[in-house]
């Protein structure tokens, strides 16, 4: 068995809102990374895919790489919705597909096709009018090779599968009859496996973490990602590994980051003069006691909706992380992650350790880190390696919660 390093979420410039990403700055800042494979981003877009199959060579069975060592895995993200009985919204939900190879690629392109579905942007719609048409819909798509994978993506923000605006309870009021071949979930930056392991719809399934990024800059890249046990470098490995759940670990945003983590109102709303938000004790019915306005309800407190508590025991590991840009720019006290002197210390540390992701690993970061690092930088990275960080307070009505390192 060889353990490898996986992001398998990423969007291209295709994506829209951001510019165009070259696959050799993507192929440098994964060797910086550590990361062994790379879902290459919007492979279903006609044009993305022209370009994917003229840059990259296959070196492995359904691994594609760009001259060097990297090695990429076609990926792209689907938006499904579908009208359900009961809801009176559309529910909307994001999907990552994995890809075998370029064939099973143009077969997915062709049932789009053939349902109407327009295929003109990076991240397509697949809609359907119902639970009964979804279902036919998914496995077609799984029809098309054995190891096509559906996975949904990122499950607690809005437009996840268990978000707080489709409000479901269960998966399979959404898959039907389809639920037994969804076999993974994708923790997202939103939430982490300790928020979701009590989610009985979840107990059996596999966790994967990934960056979703948009950009191939440093602490954008594998600022999420799995670590997997797979029987060698190849597609059909991991697809296999991640279906029999042999994820060694997943490496994940703090959520108390994320802008919508608490159900709260933040001070600038209408009828505020200050910030309100609530961690376990919050009002049911939602209504803010300084504006009577309804709050939106936080990651927080839907994850906590969903658990059953007597599911204990945690088997998921996973540690919280802060991409080292973001450290070493916290540590100068400076903002941007691009600034020269931050680069320059980055680019001092990957010389001795090789990855960032070694660094992460070692167990002897103050003996290896020489004198040309700045004290308080090697502080703030043993501090963030014992995950002596919190976010306090933590994000809320879109608000980021605010990174303290080594308060303890
Ligand atoms: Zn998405
Ligand atoms: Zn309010």
Redesign the pocket.
Known sequence: MITIAADLHSHSGYAGGVGKISLEKIAAAMQMKGIDVFGTGDCLFPPRTAELQKQLTETSDGLYSFPGNSRFLLQTEIIISTRLIGYPRKIIAHHLLLFPDFTSIRKVQDLFRKWGMKNTIGRPFLTSENCVQLEDQLFELQNVHPLLEIIPAHIMTPEGIFGSRNNLTSLKEFYGGFIDRIRIIETGLSADPSMLQQIPDLEKLTFISNSDCHSSALNRIGREFSLIRCKHLDYPSIIEALRNNRIEMTIEFNPAEGRFFLT??RAD????DQA?SFTDDYPQDLT??????K?NLGVWQRCNSLKNPQITGCHRKFIHLIPLVEVIASSLGIKSVNSVSVIKIYNRIIAIFGTELALWQSDQIEEQLDKRIPQKTINQICAVQRGDFIFDPPGFDGYYGNLLIGAH
Request: charge should be positive.
């Open positions: 709260g109102h709303r209408q009828g505020h309100v803010c006691p300084i504006c009577s306005r709050m």
